[in-house]
């Protein structure tokens, strides 16, 4: 009954499961455009600030704990790792293989977001707080203020991501369990996973700007 | 993108990726001044590179799914060299 092969099932408007997929694969792409836009932004309004404040920048990234935010980058590589065997695992078959490798995905995403929870609780009790509420005797310049506002708004907004995947991972890891997907109808896992790389990729990029550049 | 690349790839990127983030903590320690950003954003894009290609499969993927990779990154990267050159001009 669990291993019952499921298949994709052909949409009248393609003219086969190919182009099916090729469709689906160039939408999420497309969609993950619409991701890297928002954090294009982002990214674009700490270079200007950055130059801006040099100096204050690269006190205030003194302030983060840099063990941590390397931990959390080896956490999400790994993870990253997990999700591909996951995805390859659910096209060849071997749906417990598929199982384990996304429980394994989802319990290091919890570890992440477990890490930084931690930094902001530690970030708080120092007086460090986002816009107008940052308070910090050591760190008094106005361009601190402005870095830990950036490292809240886009950290955070990565937080929402990790987040955001997890869940995705999650229902996969249930419908795999109830023997939705298989060989024959893998797409959806494989545009999770695709998903998750893609928050691995932002913070492949804000590890360095708030930890290392000090 | 018909046959799946093999499940040992993924292992090699792993690899790749954390020999990589070892090498960016050390290069940030030894203080290199204004290179310091060039050198932490150019091992950060090797990293990203290596998600994309192995990870998210560009390395065999159709053109117009490389199209539209190649395209985010540019644009990210033109738009913070402009607001760069705009911020270092004033």
């Keep these: ?214 | 993108m018909s046959d799946p690349p093999r499940a040992s790839s993924y292992l090699w990127a792993w690899l790749t990726l954390v020999l990589l983030t070892g090498i960016s903590f050390g290069a940030s320690r030894l203080h290199l001044g204004r290179w310091a950003a060039l050198v932490a954003l150019a091992i950060a894009c090797v990293k990203g590179g290596v998600v994309l290609t192995v990870f998210m499969h560009l390395y065999r993927a159709p053109f117009v799914l490389r199209f539209v990779a190649i395209l985010n990154i540019a644009w990210v990267a033109l738009l913070c060299a402009g607001v760069a050159a705009d911020v270092a001009a004033r």
């Design chain 1, 1 to 214: 009954m669990r291993r019952s092969e499921p298949q994709a099932v052909l949409q009248e408007q393609f003219g086969s499961l190919e182009q099916q997929q090729h469709a689906a694969r160039f939408g999420m792409w497309l969609f993950l455009t619409s991701e890297v836009l928002l954090f294009g932004a982002l990214f674009a309004l700490y270079t200007a600030y950055r130059l801006e404040y040099a100096e204050a920048f690269r006190s205030a990234a003194r302030h983060n704990a840099v063990w941590l935010g390397t931990a959390n980058t080896l956490v999400l590589i790994t993870s990253s790792l997990f999700a591909a065997w996951a995805a390859h695992a659910v096209k060849s078959g071997r749906a417990i293989m598929a199982e384990l490798c996304l429980l394994g995905t989802l319990a290091l995403g919890g570890l992440f977001l477990f890490l930084k929870l931690t930094e902001y609780a530690d970030h708080f009790r120092h007086g460090i707080y986002p816009g107008a509420y940052f308070r910090s005797p050591e760190l008094g310049e106005r361009g601190a203020g402005t870095f830990f506002t950036l490292y809240y708004f886009m950290t955070g907004l990565h937080g929402l991501h990790v987040v955001g995947g997890m869940s995705a991972l999650a229902i996969m890891l249930l419908q795999i369990s109830r023997g939705r997907y298989g060989p024959g109808r893998s797409t959806a896992v494989e545009l999770s996973v695709l998903y998750w790389h893609l928050v691995d990729v932002i913070w492949i990029f804000l590890w360095p700007l708030f930890y290392l550049l000090t």
